[in-house]
């Protein structure tokens, strides 16, 4: 039975499921960031752990393929790192990564938007553009958040 279940985790399979499997997350950050349920599974560790079992998975696939340490060298240069890239596993491996940190800023977003009274239209915005663009929306709702905060602070 565990030799079915590890054919079906396939690279492809794992990506299609952190890819879909982060959207309601989102969407509960979008519609109902203070709900209890949203507090719940968005807030809590839950997703991070999920999305780390799925990078420890891959990090043995890699360790099994022999070819772990290869991975160290995309600090060596660009062209390092587009080789490193270049695995489907590694490249799978920078996806959750992105994943995880990407839900984990928008969660920090959504709280701290209530605690400034932050419209939630700017708030939506910024979350979106978080979802696709990371640091672009981190800076955005930064920017935003300089206006209700009504000082700047480069620390939290």
């Known amino acids: 039975m565990i030799n079915n279940f590890e054919e079906y985790l396939t690279v492809e399979n794992i990506f299609l499921f952190s890819n879909w499997g982060v ?3 989102w969407l509960l950050l979008l519609f109902f960031p203070n709900s209890p349920f949203t507090r719940f ?7 991070p752990l999920l999305l780390g079992i799925a990078y420890i998975f891959i990090v043995y696939q890699i360790f099994l393929n022999d070819n772990f340490l290869d991975g160290f060298g995309l600090y ?3 062209e390092n790192l587009y080789a490193v890239f270049s695995d489907e596993n590694f490249l799978l491996i920078f996806w959750l990564h992105f994943l995880s940190l990407s839900l984990f800023v928008g969660a920090w977003i959504a709280r ?4 400034y009274s932050i419209p939630r239209i700017l708030t939506a915005l910024s979350l979106i553009i978080t979802y696709f663009t990371g640091p672009l929306g981190i800076f955005l709702y930064w920017v935003i958040r300089i206006f209700f905060a009504k000082k700047i602070s480069l620390n939290e």
Do not use: A, E, K, N
Request: no cysteine; hydrophobic share 55%; aromatic share 6%.
């Open 76 to 78: 060596l240069g660009i």
């Open 41 to 47: 599974l968005v807030h809590s560790i839950l997703i």
């Open 112 to 115: 701290d938007s209530t605690r």
């Open 23 to 25: 959207i309601p997350f």
